[in-house]
């Protein structure tokens, strides 16, 4: 049952710091494009960019939580 356990919280570690990392780059390369966006002179397209940077941002975050409230079940078994 142990081991169990372990491989349930190790897979589930993995896969959503894996799925938050990637959600944070995402948000990296929309910021980036729309500094990149408002130095071409196209402040509408900079606007979207930082818009979807946000919101994969809080994404990644919300996940984070997620995962902890997961792991926290499991361990404590509530």
Not at 21 to 27: A, Q, R
Not at 39 to 48: D, E, F, T, V
Not at 69 to 76: A, C, K, M, Q, S
């Amino acid at each position: 049952m142990f081991k169990l356990k372990v491989i349930i919280i190790s897979s589930l570690t993995l896969g959503g710091c894996a799925s938050s990392s990637d959600l944070k780059e995402m948000s990296d390369r929309n910021a980036k494009a729309g500094r990149y966006y408002e130095s071409i002179g196209q402040p509408q397209a900079a606007q979207r960019e930082y818009k979807l940077a946000a919101k994969h941002k809080n994404k990644s975050e919300d996940d984070d939580a997620f995962w902890i409230n997961i792991l926290w079940e499991i361990i404590t078994g509530n």
